[in-house]
Structures are given as C-alpha cells and as structure tokens.
C-alpha cells in the first residue's frame, strides 16, 4: 500500500498567464514550417490544409502531395512540446501492435514531424447505439495489447506528486478560477483530505501502460481498429484509467448500465489475458469509480485552463457532463460527502459570482 501523499494547496503562478497563441503560431512560423516539408518532400507546389484544433499547444495540418499518400504535419513548438517523448512513445506503442501514427520524417529543433495520416474519422463521429458495441470491443482489445506491453522502467510513474497536482487544478481553476469560490480552511481541509483518500485509491492498484487520453476523439476509425493518436502523455499508472477515460468521455455519454456492461467485458478480456485486474469485478469497478473521479475532476480544471489562460473556449461547455460524472460516483461513497457538498452548492451559483463558502 503505498503512503498518502502531502496535499496542500497549490497557488496559481505565472502559468495562470494567458498564453498568446498568435505569437506561439506566428507567420514566420507557418513559412518556416511550409518551407522545410517542400524541402524534406521534395515539392516545389505543397498543399497543406488544417485539420482539427488540438486542446494542447500543437496544431496539425493535412499535406496532400500529387500522386503521393497524405500525410499528417504536426506543429508542436518546442518551448511548450517534448518532441523527443513524442517518438518514443508512439514507437512504443506502435511496438505494442497498435495502429498509430508512423514518423515518416522529423525536424525537431522547430518541432515538425511529417506522420501517416490515419484519416479524418474518429471513434466520436462514428459511434451510435449500432456501432458502440463493435468499436468499443475492438478499442478495448487495443487496451489489453498496451497494457500486456507494460515494463515498470519504460514509462515515468503516475506519482502521488501528479495526481495531486492535477487535483488541484480543479480547485485553482475551476472551484477558483471559473467559479470564483474561495474554500475557508475548514472546506479547503476537508476537500485536501478527499484528495487524500482519491490519490491512496489510485495508488492502490497494479500499475501498467497508461495512455491518458484514451477516448472516443483520440481513437480513429482505420482498417485495423482503432487508430491510437495523442499518446505522448503515457505513464505507468492505475490500470483502471484508460478504461473510464474510454467509457465516460469529455464529448459523449452512456447510460451507466451500458458502462458497466463495457467494463465487464474489458475486465474478462483483461483476466482471461492474465493482466493484473482484481479477481472481484465489484472491487475493479469500485477502482474505476475512483479513478473516474480523479480523472474527472483534474478535466474540470484542465477545461477551465483553456478557457481562461489559453483563450480555447470551446471546452469550458462540457463541464456539467463532468460534474454530473462526479456526482453520481461521489453520492455512492460517504468518504466522498465534502465533494458532493461543494458542487452542489457552487453548481446552484452563477459562475461569475465571486464569494467565500
């Protein structure tokens, strides 16, 4: 059993900035970026097309050379990308049997890389009451081939250090930030002591391979399902996390009987692979559980962020999806209570209401 890790309360510093993406992507970016695929492809003529907005500091486009195969541009400044953990993931995971983007050429002191275009699309835009079944099945096999891949040494450890951190996003940038609620101590230290009892939840189970974005919009549509993109966050954490990261998603939602169908499922595939899942499904589910409200607390956060610092607006309206993930969890637990307690109230408050509770 590991040792509960120290919570304490994170005060917001420089990060909290807006981020000035014009000047991150600037023109004399794009030219330099244009200039270096014409080279490294050799085309005199190029078009490069946007693709889809990416809530990280990295932008894509698609290069569709004449009577050539597409290709995927990544744009991942290296002030604010690990270019080099990038690579080694996605050969990692690639390693491990999975579709996912091949490296075909790199410029890593700008931080371009060329990558095979795995198509436009995404498990989000195909699932259906028709389709669910077969997609999650085939994601869920994908889960069990990464997990069945998993070496203690080979990723960075999801550490107590992390999952606080990304605790207390919720409460700088959501409680505080996009709510404008200040906890008085006696709160602050009971939502600190859930903290507490979460992280020792998370810490308890078998560590394998964990992707960390595992969802439906990460998870494309291709010829050997599913197409795995956004990995170069993986660490080696609670087994339980890409299974509620897939099944209770930012942009889509099931029924809870349906989740707990999906995760029968996943949860015999995973013993019958001999992966280390809890004899007991209730004793899993409960670990999926708590996972699920690390996770989902730690997006409510991340979502306000990129609202108010990196002006990415589009996300801050899914966040009653995730409060009403974290409720229904959080209501089935006592230890849980002080959280409900504050989202029910801050969630009856207009969110440009600044006060103390």
Same mark, same amino acid.
């Not at 907005?53 to 050539?68: H, K, M, Q, T, V």
């Not at 509620?244 to 889509?252: E, G, R, V």
């Given at each position: 059993?590991?040792?509960?890790?120290?919570?304490?309360?994170?005060?917001?510093?420089?990060?909290?900035?807006?981020?000035?993406?014009?000047?991150?992507?600037?023109?004399?970016?794009?030219?330099?970026?244009?200039?270096?695929?014409?080279?490294?492809?050799?085309?005199?003529?190029?078009?490069?097309?946007?693709?889809?907005?990416?809530?990280?500091?990295?932008?894509?486009?698609?290069?569709?050379?004449?009577?050539?195969?597409?290709?995927?541009?990544?744009?991942?400044?290296?002030?604010?990308?690990?270019?080099?953990?990038?690579?080694?993931?996605?050969?990692?995971?690639?390693?491990?049997?999975?579709?996912?983007?091949?490296?075909?050429?790199?410029?890593?002191?700008?931080?371009?890389?060329?990558?095979?275009?795995?198509?436009?699309?995404?498990?989000?835009?195909?699932?259906?009451?028709?389709?669910?079944?077969?997609?999650?099945?085939?994601?869920?096999?994908?889960?069990?081939?990464?997990?069945?891949?998993?070496?203690?040494?080979?990723?960075?450890?999801?550490?107590?250090?992390?999952? @606080?951190?990304? $605790?207390?996003? *919720?409460?700088?940038?959501?409680?505080?930030?996009? #709510?404008?609620?200040?906890?008085? %101590? =006696?709160?602050?230290?009971?939502?600190?002591?859930?903290?507490?009892?979460?992280?020792?939840?998370?810490?308890?189970?078998?560590?394998?391979?964990?992707?960390?974005?595992?969802?439906?919009?990460?998870?494309?549509?291709?010829?050997?399902?599913?197409?795995?993109?956004?990995?170069?966050?993986?660490?080696?954490?609670?087994?339980?996390?890409?299974?509620?990261?897939?099944?209770?998603?930012?942009?889509?939602?099931?029924?809870?009987?349906?989740?707990?169908?999906?995760?029968?499922?996943?949860?015999?595939?995973?013993?019958?692979?001999?992966?280390?899942?809890?004899?007991?499904?209730?004793?899993?589910?409960?670990?999926?559980?708590?996972?699920?409200?690390?996770?989902? @607390?730690?997006? $409510?956060?991340? *979502?306000?962020?990129?609202?108010?610092?990196?002006? #990415?607006?589009?996300?801050?309206? %899914? =966040?009653?999806?995730?409060?009403?993930?974290?409720?229904?969890?959080?209501?089935?637990?006592?230890?849980?209570?002080?959280?409900?307690?504050?989202?029910?109230?801050?969630?009856?408050?207009?969110?440009?209401?600044?006060?103390?509770?």
């Amino acid at each position: 059993m590991p040792s509960h890790a120290h919570v304490k309360k994170l005060t917001p510093n420089s990060a909290s900035k807006m981020i000035d993406l014009e000047s991150v992507f600037n023109p004399s970016r794009y030219s330099r970026m244009s200039d270096w695929v014409s080279r490294d492809l050799d085309l005199a003529d190029i078009k490069i097309v946007p693709l889809a907005a990416d809530a990280g500091l990295r932008r894509y486009f698609r290069i569709s050379p004449e009577n050539r195969p597409t290709y995927v541009l990544m744009d991942a400044p290296v002030e604010h990308n690990d270019i080099k953990q990038f690579k080694y993931v996605a050969n990692l995971i690639r390693s491990s049997g999975i579709d996912s983007p091949e490296i075909i050429s790199e410029n890593t002191a700008e931080g371009f890389l060329i990558l095979t275009d795995l198509g436009d699309k995404t498990y989000l835009e195909a699932l259906n009451v028709n389709t669910a079944d077969r997609l999650f099945d085939e994601a869920t096999d994908a889960l069990v081939k990464w997990q069945l891949a998993s070496k203690p040494t080979a990723l960075p450890e999801y550490t107590e250090k992390i999952l @606080l951190s990304e $605790l207390n996003l *919720f409460t700088d940038w959501y409680l505080g930030k996009h #709510k404008g609620l200040t906890l008085q %101590d =006696t709160k602050l230290t009971a939502l600190n002591n859930v903290f507490q009892k979460i992280i020792a939840r998370n810490r308890s189970e078998t560590f394998v391979f964990v992707h960390r974005d595992f969802m439906p919009r990460n998870l494309m549509v291709t010829e050997n399902n599913p197409g795995v993109l956004d990995f170069q966050d993986a660490l080696y954490g609670p087994i339980s996390y890409d299974v509620i990261s897939l099944f209770k998603d930012a942009f889509i939602s099931w029924e809870e009987e349906q989740v707990l169908d999906w995760t029968i499922k996943y949860w015999e595939k995973a013993k019958k692979a001999s992966l280390p899942v809890p004899y007991d499904f209730g004793v899993f589910y409960e670990q999926v559980e708590w996972m699920g409200v690390q996770r989902h @607390l730690k997006v $409510l956060g991340i *979502f306000a962020r990129l609202n108010y610092r990196d002006g #990415k607006s589009s996300y801050i309206s %899914d =966040t009653p999806r995730f409060v009403s993930y974290i409720l229904a969890v959080a209501r089935r637990y006592q230890e849980l209570k002080p959280l409900v307690s504050i989202l029910e109230h801050v969630e009856d408050s207009p969110s440009s209401t600044g006060f103390t509770f």
